[in-house]
Nanobody
Framework: QVQLVESGGGLVQAGGSLRLSCAAT????????MGWYRQAPGKERELVAE???????NYADSVKGRFTISRDNAKNTVYLQMNSLRPEDTAVYLC??????????????WGQGTQVTVAS
């Protein structure tokens, strides 16, 4: 069964940096789109950035120029480099992927989330 496991969250001062990782494992035939979302308390989940298998990227306006998404297709892993962090970036960050699995067709699993807290 396909699972996504995130790592790399934590507490950082405003202006600092963090790098998130998300590894997909289990019964994968191919991964198409991979993305990072975030959800702050009392707010809806929002797209932060996404990347296709070919490397095309899309970013939320609020993170353009500060965050960079990348992926290693050989490792089924997506990364989010976050620079110049702001208190408003504080949220749970979740990984999502569009996966063609070996047994279940195309699915869209979510990771468990990793907390990012930016102190002012």
């Amino acid at each position: 069964q396909v699972q996504l496991v995130e790592s790399g969250g934590g507490l950082v001062q405003a202006g600092g940096s963090l790098r998130l990782s998300c590894a997909a494992t289990g019964g994968i035939f191919r991964i198409n789109l991979m993305g990072w979302y975030r959800q702050a308390p009392g707010k809806e989940r929002e797209l932060v950035a996404e990347i296709t298998s070919g490397g095309s990227t899309n970013y939320a306006d609020s993170v353009k120029g500060r965050f960079t998404i990348s992926r290693d297709n050989a490792k089924n892993t997506v990364y989010l480099q976050m620079n110049s962090l702001r208190p408003e970036d504080t949220a749970v960050y979740l990984c999502n992927a569009n996966v063609r699995s070996l047994s279940y067709g195309t699915i869209n699993p979510w990771g468990q989330g990793t907390q990012v807290t930016v102190a002012s």
